[in-house]
Nanobody, 122 residues
Framework: QVQLVESGGDLVQPGGSLRLSCAAS????????MGWYRQAPGKERELVAK???????NSAESVKGRFTISRDNAKNAVYLQMNSLKPEDTAVYYC????????????????WGQGTQVTVSS
């Protein structure tokens, strides 16, 4: 099976920085798109940023200029560098990956990490 393990969530002050990491392991042939989503209390889960296998990125308007997504294909990992953090960034952040599990099939599976808490407060 495939697992996504996240780390890096913490309590930080407004204006601070944080780097989230997510590594995929298990039965993996290749990974297509990867992304970060977040969910604040009482709100629906929303896309923060995503990155394709070729390195193309998209991010939410609310985080443009502050957050940067990147990936390391050799490590099956995706990262989210968060700068100039605001209280409204407080949420549980989830890693997502679209994974091809075998060379014999083009089918892919969509997987989620367990989530990591980011709290921005003074």
């Amino acid at each position: 099976q495939v697992q996504l393990v996240e780390s890096g969530g913490d309590l930080v002050q407004p204006g601070g920085s944080l780097r989230l990491s997510c590594a995929a392991s298990g039965r993996i042939f290749s990974i297509n798109a990867m992304g970060w989503y977040r969910q604040a209390p009482g709100k629906e889960r929303e896309l923060v940023a995503k990155i394709s296998s070729s390195g193309s990125t998209n991010s939410a308007e609310s985080v443009k200029g502050r957050f940067t997504i990147s990936r390391d294909n050799a490590k099956n990992a995706v990262y989210l560098q968060m700068n100039s953090l605001k209280p409204e960034d407080t949420a549980v952040y989830y890693c997502n990956a679209e994974i091809r599990m075998a060379a014999s099939s083009l089918r892919v599976g969509n997987y989620w990490g367990q989530g990591t808490q980011v709290t921005v407060s003074s």
